[in-house]
């Protein structure tokens, strides 16, 4: 592993330890600032028990550095590995979530689907809290919205379960009304400090009534779009999600999956524990050059002056991971040195206030006998799961335009390349990909075949690929790659909601007082262990 270490000059900071400083800096809004709004769109404020608020503490964010440590004298490469990873949300308390549902109530959602969104609506409406606030807006030929941000209590849960329950089906699908409606909720906030925001839109057809939904224009609020049975056109949802930093396209073809589908997305928004999350890469003078900087589709923006790249994440969720991969090229060296091959800063927002990791630095150690070192494992299996997303979207492309055994050539090419991979068979990441391929060529084995079931679950498989973020596709309880613990709770929760409505799962405010008494627990069963080891020493 290659060294990120202090240096004496300026603050600086081993990131190995996820240590990071707060800098009171002009915080930038998440959201563009709120619309005059008349007293009929008013949003709720947050009415709440007093109680202590949690204390904002350090290391909600870990970086880790994966690469080799030496390398020759001579003009050479270097792959670097950057993980940043979400801290345990339950140590810090998180903050309330604004959450927008737009349901499609158009006439194709008649029957089965209706109750299928019915039920799903019904657990998402169980599960928030008292520091959530919930709106729901509804589009057919146009677009209704029929409540907003309201705060999740016992009163209003049973007032939103009316709601939904009297939904009925009819009318065109127009999603850029529905999308647009969301959108000027969450605009129009009086009460958004603070604050997580989402959209979670869900449609079961084409968009046959109003404008193009692509092209609207949709800020840093993530959008988590859901294409609901076999009939739901995934291009534009997809895009709609890619439009927005963080947002994932779910493909649920089943529509028994509805509820377990809206609980994964659910899970990531309730636990998010970073927001405006951004990563700058720089390469010191003389020392190193960034050839590519490889993040997936979170936009990057270069500075050729200062030898940078800043990464935008958006909102990170409690126990995710971002990699990052970096290519370098190191110049000749005429004598051997640990030199300073790359500086990593990253920052963040949490609970109104900015913070400021200490910039840090890494070395590796350039010698004339440098031994020739094998790519680290890790490093390995990011690179073939990038490949294998690569050559997956290729053979999207080519069924696309009815290659379809040029694109099954292409997966199977994938799978004989996944075997070239070292892999004791104990590799999580290797197997999902496998998976993977197997249930896309499953979906190719026709043209038709393809059109409805392969190319949404290939897009699908692209945003999660790209965002490295869970996005329900295919056999959900199976590909489970980028889910994060909290996804795998909501999953066995959502099956057994399905299966008995009537028994409401645990409350996410229940679950974070027994995740918080757990964390009090163990810290001090770590400060008794402390002790003891002096006393005994």
């Known amino acids: ?16 330890a996820g240590g990071e400083a707060e800098q009171k800096l002009p915080l930038v809004p998440l959201l563009p600032p709120p619309l005059k709004m008349s007293s009929n769109d008013d949003d709720e404020k947050i009415v709440t028990r007093s109680r202590p608020t949690p204390p904002i503490v350090p290391a909600r964010v870990k970086l880790r550095s994966i690469n080799n440590d030496m390398a020759p004298l001579e003009e050479s490469k270097l792959k670097v590995m950057l993980e940043l990873t979400g801290g345990d949300s339950s140590s810090y308390g998180r903050p309330g979530l604004d959450l927008v549902a737009v349901l499609d109530v158009s006439r194709s959602m008649e029957g089965d689907k209706m109750e299928k969104m019915k039920t799903a609506m019904l657990f998402i409406i169980k599960k928030l809290g008292p520091t959530d606030r919930l709106s729901i807006v509804t589009f057919s030929g146009g677009a209704n919205r029929l409540c907003p941000l309201r705060q999740t209590t016992g009163k209003s849960q049973e007032e939103f379960e009316n709601l ?5 089906a009819d009318g065109a699908t127009n999603i850029t009304a529905g999308l647009q409606t969301a959108l000027k ?11 997580v925001v989402g959209i979670m839109l869900m449609s079961d057809g084409e968009q046959n009534a109003g404008s193009d939904a692509t092209g609207v224009s949709v800020g840093n609020v993530p959008i988590h779009t859901f294409g609901f049975g076999i009939n739901h056109e995934p291009k534009g949802l997809k895009a709609i999600a890619h439009n927005s930093i963080g947002g994932t396209f779910s493909d649920v073809q089943n529509i028994d999956s509805l509820t377990k589908a809206f609980a994964q997305c659910l899970a990531g928004l309730l636990t998010v524990v970073v927001q405006d999350l951004k990563m700058t890469i720089a390469q010191p003078k003389d020392e190193s050059k960034i050839q590519q900087v490889s993040a997936g589709s979170y936009p990057q923006t270069r500075d050729d002056v200062a030898g940078s790249v800043t990464v935008t994440f958006g909102d990170l969720y409690s126990k995710e991971v971002r990699k990052v991969i970096v290519d370098l090229l190191l110049p000749s060296a005429s004598k051997g040195w640990g030199g300073n091959v790359l500086e990593i800063t990253y920052a963040y927002s949490t609970r109104g206030k900015l913070f400021e990791a200490p910039p840090a630095t890494l070395t590796v150690r350039r010698t004339v006998a440098s031994p020739v070192q094998e790519e680290r494992p890790e490093v390995i299996t990011e690179e073939t799961r990038l490949r294998t997303a690569g050559m997956m979207k290729e053979a999207r492309a080519m069924a696309d335009n009815n290659k379809l055994y040029d ?23 290797i197997e999902m990909l496998r998976l993977e391929l197997q249930q896309l060529l499953k979906l190719m084995k026709s043209q038709e075949t393809y059109e409805k079931q392969g190319r949404p679950f290939a897009l699908s498989s692209e945003t999660s690929h790209d965002r490295q973020r869970f996005a329900s596709r295919g056999d959900l309880e199976t590909l489970r790659l980028f889910a994060t613990p909290r996804m795998d709770k909501y999953l066995e929760q959502a099956k057994a909601f399905d299966e008995d409505p009537s028994k409401p799962p645990p409350s996410v405010l229940k679950e974070e007082l027994i995740e918080a008494l757990r964390f009090l627990i163990q810290a001090a069963i770590q400060s008794l262990q402390a002790i003891e080891k002096i006393i005994n020493s």
């Open 1 to 16: 592993m290659g060294q990120i270490c202090k240096r004496r000059r300026g603050r600086r900071a081993n990131l190995l």
């Open 164 to 168: 939904i329950n009297g939904l009925n």
């Open 185 to 195: 909720v969450l605009k129009g906030r009086s009460f958004n400090g603070e604050r």
């Open 407 to 429: 694109a099954r050539d292409k997966l199977v090419e994938a799978e004989n390349l996944l075997e070239d991979v070292v892999d004791d068979g104990h590799n999580p990441v």
